[in-house]
């Protein structure tokens, strides 16, 4: 390998021993951190990150990079300068006061968002939320697109993907969803109640611990923790750590937490230890690896199969689901409901949660929305996607802290994420004998290493559209999910 | 205050930043990191220590300390430039190769310490030991002295004060300790079985945290862990971390493991915000800090009116105690033996553990002794101060990780914690009417806020001479200790 490539390399990694640091200090402040810390920490944080922003953005990068350029001959090392040069080319161009402003502003603008919450009232969050977007709009300005503003802000979380995509793969989704959802809401409703009760805290900490470890979850390189909102994070190369949180009366959000956690978690755990601490080093895309996530909580965790496996062991933990039969319990965890609030939707209605939302945030950054108009908006898609109305501000416009954080362009993740996973999932079956079999032996670790060939492996090297083509031999196609869809709930639902 | 004043505090608060990162990335591998995350770990640690130690030293740290050296009015901006061009001076006092290879052979050294310990082989640790010594001696030429080589090494820890007046310190105080423990030796001995038996760890750590709370530890701006070594962190401001560990055989290591460790988190947590990030927001010497635990462990949390409130709540826990008397239970847990291993030391016996480490570690950094004579000089000494000899190296000579770390000039501080925490006790008595009351009331505020206003608000402003003489109108006196000995073993021991 060329000197200056290897210069560039440890450049790179000295930069990332920073960043290292900064997930342990946001990992802290998320499960551990003394209540009265909270305003030191935002310092720490804010002078470490400015820190590392200064050495990533310096001249010293830049003329590694130049110099590097040349020696790179491996797809890996292509791959880094390509990367690399996007990402510091991407950092150059937003002014630093720009910069300074935006990171103020969605400080306040997460105030703002919390208190609007708790008092149900958007007027005190839409003066914040008209700030953020114009400096998001002002942001993607600076980065620039060929036709459409939104790209330049969808381009920080699935590279390669156009709104026009998007916008075009939508139409005929959305009636699919809209006509299954309509004929699961006319037929026999699986009993949804035999999932709440008295769940003590301590047993679902060893359900969990229980299911990770099957899963393959290593706990001599990470950890399980609680938080307020669950989350995976990466310290380091061997050092992956999640959080959930259980709900003592509803069993299902720290099982489906969990795996949903564990999911994003063996991606993290699978990347290589010669790319970690570069910029290829981490998972493709937001995309990509929210459909590990919900390739493991979803088309894995909540498969008959799964259960067949795992049934036993939660009733011995929970002995009053011995009264239930697998068949029932199996039914009842994939309900599907007209619902108010992403974070609870169900395979099918979720994806009308996001496509309601990316519509509003593409149409607020084209201006062809206004903030004003939002809470009628978001009511008058809530009508028309889910027939449901909100009847309050929190459990409708404000139910998401994404807009105060100013993450335009991430919503579409999450479906992205269910689209790839079910794609994924079919190529999968064409690789693997006998998966069913595997799994309700609770063998899952064939499909974690062809997960790993195929996707954790590769890193950042390759953008989605083209990792999704190795895998499955085309790009994204939502046609895997409509099929996951109609296979799965037609039997659930006798459809 | 002055510009350069001003700009010399912004800088040397930013670089403790990183220094906060530091500390959590400390407390984090001591307490949840994944096991194989060590390696990157390390390495983390590395980086960024060498940044802040960088930062420290540079021309900017320098140029401001000369430019804020005319502006410093108060006795705290003083006392920062005194302490801070201190620290600065004696930084680039040592050659950096030096420095590294320091380092290098320190963790190398303390890989071989534990096998050896492990082993039960002197001679896998000799060889390491030679090179901390050798290096720790070229380090002390680096740092200059007077009169004597360990006055170098000792004043990293407690500034001020000599070799020459710690050894004419010793004899006196030595057989003193001597002949205490010869008279208790003949007495009749507290039954120290008692406190033996089956203690559930659950219990220890409710009983744990309700005596901290007691003590005016604030759990809003600290946390209690465990950890294999019982040890007090600070990350920031508002941020005071404490560890313990709990022996399901022994009650005691818990109870005053925890207790002594509150006393350090106490100082850190005293210590005033406007301090704090800056070379004189810290404790004044390792012996002022020690005088912190060991006075809340030793004089307060080992007095029969401390248990006097808190035996009903042990009790209470513990219900076999409802069988031994209050009485009993105190003079057992200040039974007093002649042992081996100075970290379960009693009160009388523990600065002879000290003294003999001492003399031998002065003795190796001024060549009057040869590593390979460590063992014999070992057995020697304790034969002479303790009446004992070990069996093994592992319960003599390689019991301590201070020489492999190559902290010569380190152990002094647990004794002068000892003398000073004494001392400290009796102004104390002098300034507050009704401790006794006081304590067995459980109501501890009065004595903390007097330690606070008379120790803790200083910081590092003054050195531990003129602190203690401050506070006792004179300087170290180590009679103050040998009184409450006196005292306090007569009545136990009926002497």
């Known amino acids: 390998?060329?000197?200056?490539?290897?210069?560039?390399?440890?450049?790179?990694?000295?930069?990332?021993?920073?960043?290292?640091?900064?997930?342990?200090?946001?990992?802290?402040?998320?499960?551990?951190?003394?209540?009265?810390?909270?305003?030191?920490?935002?310092?720490?944080?804010?002078?470490?990150?400015g820190y590392t922003f200064k050495e990533f953005t310096s001249d010293k990068t830049f003329e590694l990079l130049l110099k590097a350029e040349n020696e790179a001959q491996t797809t890996e090392d292509k791959a880094l300068i390509r990367v690399t040069k996007k990402e510091f080319e991407k950092s150059k161009k937003i002014p630093p006061e720009l910069f300074?402003?935006?990171?103020?502003?969605?400080?306040?603008?997460?105030?703002?968002?919390?208190?609007?919450?708790?008092?149900?009232?958007?007027?005190?969050?839409?003066?914040?939320?008209?700030?953020?977007?114009?400096?998001?709009?002002?942001?993607?300005?600076?980065?620039?697109?060929?036709?459409?503003?939104?790209?330049?802000?969808?381009?920080?979380?699935?590279?390669?993907?156009?709104?026009?995509?998007?916008?075009?793969?939508?139409?005929?989704?959305?009636?699919?969803l809209i006509n299954l959802l309509e004929k699961i809401e006319n037929s026999t409703r699986p009993k949804k109640d035999i999932?709440?009760?008295?769940?003590?805290?301590?047993?679902?900490?060893?359900?969990?611990?229980?299911?990770?470890?099957?899963?393959n979850f290593d706990f001599n390189s990470g950890r399980l923790d609680l938080s307020e909102h669950p989350f995976t994070i990466t310290i380091s190369h061997n050092d992956v750590r999640i959080t959930t949180k259980y709900d003592e009366r509803d069993i299902r959000k720290g099982?489906?937490?969990?795996?949903?956690?564990?999911?994003?978690?063996?991606?993290?755990?699978?990347?290589p230890e010669k790319l970690r601490g570069l910029p290829i080093?981490?998972?493709?895309?937001?995309?990509?690896?929210?459909?590990?996530?919900?390739?493991?909580?979803?088309?894995?965790?909540?498969?008959?199969?799964?259960?067949?496996?795992?049934?036993?062991?939660?009733?011995?933990?929970?002995?009053?689901?011995?009264?239930?039969?697998?068949?029932?319990?199996?039914?009842?965890?994939?309900?599907?409901?007209?619902?108010?609030?992403?974070?609870?939707?169900?395979?099918?209605t979720y994806n009308l949660h996001i496509m309601l939302r990316f519509e509003i945030e593409e149409g607020l950054i084209n201006d062809k929305i206004k903030v004003s108009d939002l809470p009628e908006m978001w009511n008058q898609k809530m009508k028309e996607?889910?027939?449901?109305?909100?009847?309050?501000?929190?459990?409708?416009?404000?139910?998401?802290i994404h807009w105060a954080l100013g993450s335009f362009g991430y919503f579409p993740s999450y479906m992205l994420g269910n689209l790839y996973a079910a794609q994924i999932y079919y190529s999968l079956l064409k690789d693997l004998e006998n998966i069913d079999e595997k799994i309700e032996n609770g063998e899952f670790i064939e499909i974690l290493n062809w997960l790993r060939e195929k996707i954790h492996s590769k890193g950042k090297i390759y953008e989605p559209q083209e990792l999704i083509s190795q895998i499955s031999g085309e790009k994204l196609n939502p046609n895997y999910f409509i099929d996951y869809l109609n296979l799965k709930y037609k039997k659930i639902y006798n459809l």
């Open 195 to 215: 999932l709440i009760g008295k769940f003590e805290v301590k047993k679902q900490k060893i359900l969990s611990e229980f299911i990770l470890k099957k899963l």
């Open 385 to 400: 996607y889910l027939g449901i109305t909100p009847k309050s501000y929190k459990e409708g416009v404000l139910q998401d």
């Open 281 to 348: 080093g981490n998972g493709a895309s937001m995309g990509i690896h929210e459909s590990q996530s919900r390739f493991w909580e979803n088309i894995i965790g909540r498969s008959y199969n799964f259960w067949k496996y795992f049934y036993p062991k939660l009733t011995e933990i929970f002995p009053h689901f011995s009264n239930i039969s697998l068949e029932e319990f199996w039914r009842s965890i994939n309900t599907v409901e007209k619902s108010l609030v992403r974070v609870e939707a169900d395979e099918v």
């Open 1 to 49: 390998m060329g000197e200056n490539l290897e210069k560039l390399k440890t450049h790179l990694r000295k930069i990332s021993k920073f960043e290292n640091a900064l997930s342990l200090l946001h990992w802290d402040l998320e499960t551990y951190m003394p209540r009265n810390a909270s305003e030191k920490r935002a310092e720490i944080i804010g002078e470490i990150a």
């Open 100 to 176: 300074i402003e935006f990171q103020i502003e969605s400080s306040k603008a997460q105030n703002a968002w919390q208190l609007a919450k708790k008092e149900d009232d958007f007027n005190l969050f839409k003066p914040h939320l008209e700030k953020i977007v114009n400096l998001s709009k002002e942001i993607a300005e600076h980065l620039g697109y060929e036709e459409n503003r939104y790209d330049a802000l969808l381009d920080n979380y699935e590279p390669g993907l156009n709104t026009k995509d998007l916008l075009n793969m939508l139409p005929s989704l959305r009636n699919f």
């Open 255 to 271: 099982i489906f937490g969990t795996i949903h956690e564990c999911g994003h978690a063996l991606y993290e755990m699978g990347i």
